[in-house]
């Protein structure tokens, strides 16, 4: 699929047809390949006349860590408010920061694709291209989920800290693990604590378990996997991807059932 460094989202209304979300999803040449903040800054406001540019995170549909890196400027309170980004985006604060969202993005927001911290996510694949269907799919999950973004970002963040906990633990006293992060700042007994908040740690196993036939995780869907209805152990994530699995999960499932 052929993508772009830079996508513009202008102001669209969180109810707006298919179409009119669509038209307001653009290519732009504003900013190229992700690169020192300080240059993307720069180039907002030489080409764009912003005042104050300012970023956060975010995710895409499918990604399994903080992939989007979204600009607005901050001094625009007169342009029209752009609810669709706002849904979206809700999930950080400003600048990076992992807290509470405090901000309001009026105008047009600028998305980028980001690598990953690899010392959370080792496995993570970057892509740096954004395509615009990419980035509707993103924008319509978001706005019809049932959980909040931020919620969603939660259950994301804490898988991606177990894992990275499991392939990366503790080895000297106090918690550190080999690249010198303390992680018992991040999680203890009961859960983890992230910048979006506290997640119990038998949540975090829920949000971990996987589709048997699509290997999506349940913090990256909008609904919850079901189990089997015969054996009641192995979970999917819809009747297609069970029907699609069945053929090899035919013998298990009959195994499970005695």
Known sequence: MSGHHCIEIKPVKLNASQKEIKDAIQPSTVLGKATETEIEIAALKS????KHPIGLFGYSKDSKYKDLWIY????DQSSPLNEVANRTFYMYGLDGAQCEPDWTIHGSALVIRIEPDYNFSPDAKFVPLISTQEMYDTIVFFRNCKDSPRKIALKRDSVRMMGSFAMNPPTAAGGMNMNGMNMNAFMDTNGFYMGT????LDKVKQDADVCDACGKSQSLLSEKLKKCQACKVTLYCSKNCQKKAWKAHKKVCANLCK
């Open 197 to 200: 908040g506290f997640r119990p």
């Open 72 to 75: 607005f400027d901050l001094k």
């Open 47 to 50: 080409k764009l006349g912003w």
